[in-house]
Structures are given as C-alpha cells and as structure tokens.
C-alpha cells in the first residue's frame, strides 16, 4: 500500500506547512473510499498485520505533520494569520482542542531540529501546563516517531519527563531520553509514565517531594444533591489518599462469583458505588469515629410505625390508602417503607410517640435488632453473606430477618441470617422466600428468576454440612454399620 501523501505549497503568498491533501493512493482511487481490496478478503494473519501497517503509516505520517508544524513555528505563520500563537492558530486550523494543540507544536519543536543553530525559538505557544513550558531537544524520539514504532501520546510523557529535570541532571537529558525511547517501543504511554515518574523520583528528589505537598494543597472533595436526589461527588486526592482509598474499596468493589455460569452483571461503576456503600457501613459500624452528643454517627430515618408495617399502599373498601414515607434526617430526603424496612432489619430502633403537631410527646429505649451475641452467631453458622454462592468478605453483611421484626418476627438465630449489602438489597426488591432447614437458609427465588422456584442451599452451615461425614467418628464402635455399608439416609 502507498503511504500518505502530502504537498506542500512553499510559494511565500500562500505560506508554508498546510496540508493540503492526505488521501492514501488507495483510498483515493476507489470509488466511495472503499479499502482495496476489501476488507474481508484479508485472512486472520494479514488482517492483524494490516491493522499494524496501518498504525505504523499513521504515526509516521504524524511526524510529517509534527515537522510542518516547526516550520510554520519557525516561520511564525500564526502572526500571518492573526492568532497570538502557533498553538491558537493550529488549534483553529485542525479543530482540535487547545491542550492537544499545545502537546503537538511542544513536540514538533522538540523533535524536528533547527535549520539554524542558535536561531531563537518563539515561546509564545503558552502551553497550557507551566512544568512543560521548558524547550526541549528530543532526537531519539523524532526518529522513534519517524519510523513509526512509538506514538504521539508517548512522545508527550518522554517530553514531560526531559523538560522537568533539574538543573544538576540536565546533562544526562539525553541519556533520560533514549532510556524512555527504548522502553516506550515496548511500553504503552501509561506504563512509560510510571517509569518516567520513578526516573523524576531517583534524580529530582526535592521536586519530587515539592510535587507531593503541592498535590495534598490541591487536595479537594465536593459532594451536592442532584435534582434527582441523587449524591454526586467529586474529587481530586493526594496519592497516599488516593492508595488508601483504592486499597479500601478494591476488595469490597470485585465482582461477585458466577452463578449458574452467569458473570456478575454490574458495571464497573457500579461494583465501584456499592464497595463504597459497604465501607460506609463498616466506618460507621466502628467505635473509632468521633461521637456526636454520646452517640457514633448513624444513618437516622423517620418513619410512622403504620408506615413502616404496610409498607406497600392498601386497598380499604375499594380505596387505596397511600403509603407514607420515612425521611433521611442526614439530608432531608425521602425513602420508601419498602427500603426503610430494609435498612430497620439491622438497626437501632428508638421508638417516638409524637403529637398532632408533630412534637415528640414520649421516647422509649433504643433496642438494637441484632445484638453482638446473635451477630456472632450468625457469622459462625453462615460464614459471610449465606445468600447461594456469594462469598462476600467477612465483616460486610447485614442481619436480615426472615419474618420481619415489624410484623412480629422474632430477633433470633432461628429468625436471622447473615447477607452482604447486594443480596439484603436483592431479597427485599424481589421477594425471595427463605426459611431454615437444619440449620441451613434455603433461598427460593421469584418465578421471574427461576419458573420453577426450586430452592437453593446457601451459606456455609458447617455444622450441617459436616454432621454425617463425621458420624462414624463420634459413634461408638459397637454402634457403627458393618464396613462397607452405607449409612442409613436419616433425612
């Protein structure tokens, strides 16, 4: 295939550096821009080597493109044309946004060397980023980009890494910048950025170190209400910040085992927003947050018991009574009965009575759902969440009541069980009928999730599981089958 083509127009009236066709031959001599041949003519083998080819023409053809853009800066087209600056100029030329711009006549200077030594550059493209601001000579990386093997985007961070030297290293620039070369013609532009992080590191300590305090400066954290009552937040973190949050959220963010061969089907994001949820619970779980008139911070919902009970609207004599709602005192939202009788699985309750004027007339004591005793003893019975092959870390999952506590389900190790915030979530939104059957939660799904509603064993239950496999050593001897014969099936 014929490599792009460009002309180039160097009479003085029209000026120098615009591209004024970039058709490949092949492009160009068939009609509608159709490949020749087609496309899927192409075996396995040629069509990746192909799509290297390709790659290879392009970036060599941005090297074309790097050293017109010198030229033009050298010859300071842009005042031809009015703009303040090559880099405003180009930005308007190619329709490209102005950091991309800034990245490309940095890089073309860079990498294109001067037809007159000693010549001064102009320095008005105003680079967006102060730190790179500094010219550079990259040679290596003209000739790695001429040939094709490295990109634009790796050129960036080799220039980054070069002009930020300090002084006392700028005489190894060179040897800095074919270290980067050869590792970038192996290295995607991610992977050669750490490696240029780690040379800043090892040559620039105080920079380095200045770097850091400016980050925890600029550390930053905002959160608001969306029209939608949803919470959005934004943040930039220090890096140490940033690795504790990552370190924190990664194990409770992965996705959860297959189930029926089925992968789990939330996204990224989403994995991401219930990681978070669950360490929410577990921070204010702890006795190490600081305390608030004698009490740890806690998610406070307002609810009327009636409310609460029902749950879902009734139908009284044709009419349909509506349901209320329980408010969140943290942000002056709503929530559903439903979700709130959610959330009331695993809490402390304070009973209320109020007036007609909504003041509090009585206050009984705060009762807690499920006592530390029952906790532990759904832990050693289920092991973590006992929802069918879940295996969410230990520490995470919520109480659950199998017959609500508000409709007069009892807080016991008979009555509870063991779930991790997605599947409490999933039993309560699609009705999943659960009960204990020696000792050992049954789960059985909605029809809209299995027609036949077969039920599913789930949690660990030890206890259960090992009963019969260690009979024949709690039984006595005189008591045991003659060997070879197979227990009695006592189920």
Known sequence: MTPLMTTQDTSPAAGAGVVVSALPAWDASTPGGSWAPAVDSYTDEELAARIGQVEQQIRQARME??????????????????????????????????????????????????????????????????????????????????????????ARVISRCVSRLPEHAQHRAAEVERLLVENACRQCPRDLAKLADRIRYMLDTDGAVTDERAQFESRELHYATARDGMLVIKARLDRETGAKFVTALRPLAAPRPESDGVKDPRTVGQRNADGLSTLLDLVLDTDGMPRTGGQKPHLTVTIDYTDLKNQLPTINGGEIAVAGAGMLEGTGQ??????????????????????????????????????????????????????????????????????????????????????????????????????????????????????????????????????????????????????????????
Request: negative net charge; charged residues 20%; hydrophobic residues 30%.
């Open 65 to 154: 493109q790097l050293r017109l853009i010198a030229e033009a800066d050298r010859r300071r087209l842009h005042a031809t044309h009015g703009a303040r600056s090559t880099q405003a100029w180009l930005k308007t030329l190619l329709n490209i946004d102005g950091q991309d711009a800034t990245t490309r006549v940095r890089i073309a200077t860079a990498t294109t060397p001067s037809p007159n030594p000693g010549e001064d550059t102009d320095d008005s493209t105003n680079p967006t980023d102060s730190q790179d601001s500094a010219r550079v000579d990259l040679p290596a990386t003209g000739e790695a980009l001429a040939e094709g093997v490295i990109g634009l985007e790796h």
């Open 334 to 491: 709503y929530l559903s009965p439903q979700t709130v009788r959610r959330i009331a699985c695993d809490c402390e309750v304070l009973p209320m009575v109020m007036g007609g004027d909504s003041l509090p007339l009585d206050v009984g004591a705060s009762q807690r759902t499920a006592p530390t005793h029952i906790r532990a003893a759904l832990l050693a019975r289920d092991g973590v969440c006992a929802f069918p092959e879940c295996d969410h870390p230990a520490g995470t999952p919520q109480a659950h009541h199998i017959v609500h506590w508000v409709d007069g389900g009892p807080t016991s190790v008979d009555n509870m069980l063991m779930l991790c915030a997605h599947h409490h979530r999933t039993i309560h939104n699609h009705h999943w009928d659960i009960e204990l059957q020696r000792g050992r939660p049954m789960f059985t799904p909605p029809a809209n999730v299995d027609p036949t509603r077969t039920p599913r064993p789930g949690g660990k239950a030890q206890p259960a599981t090992h009963h019969h496999a260690l009979r024949t050593l709690t039984t006595p001897p005189e008591g045991r089958p003659p060997a070879g014969r197979p227990l009695a099936n006592t189920r």
